[in-house]
């Protein structure tokens, strides 16, 4: 009797054992096939040669910045910190960045700042005045990339303004198409209300990309990035785009697309402050199809707002905000006014 006892408490720990293995297996292929996205508007990489074609004049060494070779030095140091400090320390897989003048800088800024990360870019010159575009960062052993095409806005009135780059990668774990948007919407400069029918357009010009993607494949996976000048509530994002507050309990969602953003948002918190305030400008938004456990998939309430102690002003009138590279016209040696965002997806087995 004692045996049988025994025998069926040692089968009942093997079994324990054997079953926590499979737990502790599943946990780690789920991990492995994790990925990470961010994006960041870095404030101005500018670099100190002149473009004749652009209005960069003021970061140049001749300019009223006093923008130099140390100074870039110093910008691209601090960028490389905050991008490797981002995934606890493992970097992002997919960064969307905003104000880069060109794509020699992102070149320079994966190859000779991040090179162990095994960056590639993407990167599309578009008709901004000052020449400060909009680009992307993904990590080619998670994804390939199948197409780079840039969106320009249609406006109402004559404008030129920053394009949308969309971007189409390719997950090596399953072959799924992931189109990712990056924007960088017209700025608030002219006034709240007399410029909020230009991001209105953009938010327009974004919603024809993506209605042509739904007519080819009626769940498309879409992760749309960048730095909106509007809030998640303002009308561009909450009714034109209609990118509703995701509940990732509710699986009869009447939206096609979920702003990520909006619980942290709806807290007051932010990632850029203006006359005190703070305003949640950087978002992301993904499709209702990353919400299906089918393929790629957003960890929910992974969204977070990045700022690390060593990037934010630590005391005087300014505690608690991105430390900047510039206040005004003053050379501060910071980071960037914006913090980044960022969060976790997963590619299901």
């Not at 101005?44 to 140390?70: A, C, H, M, Q, Y």
């Not at 608690?320 to 914006?338: A, C, E, I, N, V």
Request: proline share 4%; charged share 25%.
């Amino acid at each position: 009797m004692k045996k049988n006892i025994l025998l069926l408490v040692i089968l009942f720990f093997i079994s324990t054992l054997v079953s926590c293995s499979q737990k502790e297996k599943v946990k780690s292929e789920n991990l492995e096939y994790s990925f990470y996205v961010a994006n960041w508007n870095v404030e101005n990489l500018f670099d100190v040669i002149d473009d004749p074609d652009k209005n960069d004049e003021e970061f140049l060494p001749s300019g009223s910045k006093e923008w130099t070779e140390r100074k870039l030095i110093n910008k691209m140091t601090n960028l490389a910190r905050v991008i490797e400090f981002m995934n606890d320390g493992n970097g992002p897989d997919i960064l969307g960045v905003e104000e880069v003048e060109n794509e020699a800088l992102l070149i320079d800024l994966t190859e000779n700042y991040l090179e162990n990360k095994n960056y590639k870019i993407a990167y599309s010159e578009s008709p901004d005045a000052r020449g400060i575009d909009n680009g992307l960062i993904y990590n080619s052993e998670v994804f390939g990339i199948e197409s780079v095409n840039p969106l320009s806005i249609q406006f109402d009135e004559p404008k030129s303004s920053r394009d949308i780059l969309f971007v189409q990668l390719v997950a090596h774990k399953n072959k799924e198409v992931l189109n990712v948007f990056v924007n960088h919407w017209p700025s608030r400069r002219e006034g709240l209300k007399e410029s909020e029918k230009f991001r209105i357009n953009a938010a327009e010009t974004l919603l024809k990309e993506i209605d042509k993607l739904k007519k080819e494949n009626p769940n498309p996976a879409i992760i749309i990035l960048g730095d909106f000048n509007d809030l998640p509530a303002n009308i561009s994002i909450s009714k034109t785009l209609n990118a509703k507050p995701i509940n990732c309990e509710d699986e009869n969602r009447d939206s096609f697309l979920q702003n990520i953003t909006y619980n942290l948002f709806q807290k007051g918190e932010g990632s850029y402050k203006y006359k005190d305030n703070w305003n949640m400008l950087d978002q992301i938004i993904i499709s209702n199809s990353l919400l299906d456990k089918v393929g790629i998939d957003y960890i929910c309430n992974s969204f977070i707002i990045i700022k690390p102690d060593f990037m934010v002003e630590q005391e005087g009138k300014y505690k608690g905000t991105p430390w900047p590279t510039f206040g005004g016209r003053k050379y501060l040696g910071g980071y960037s006014d914006h913090f980044p965002v960022g969060a976790k997806f997963i590619i299901n087995n």
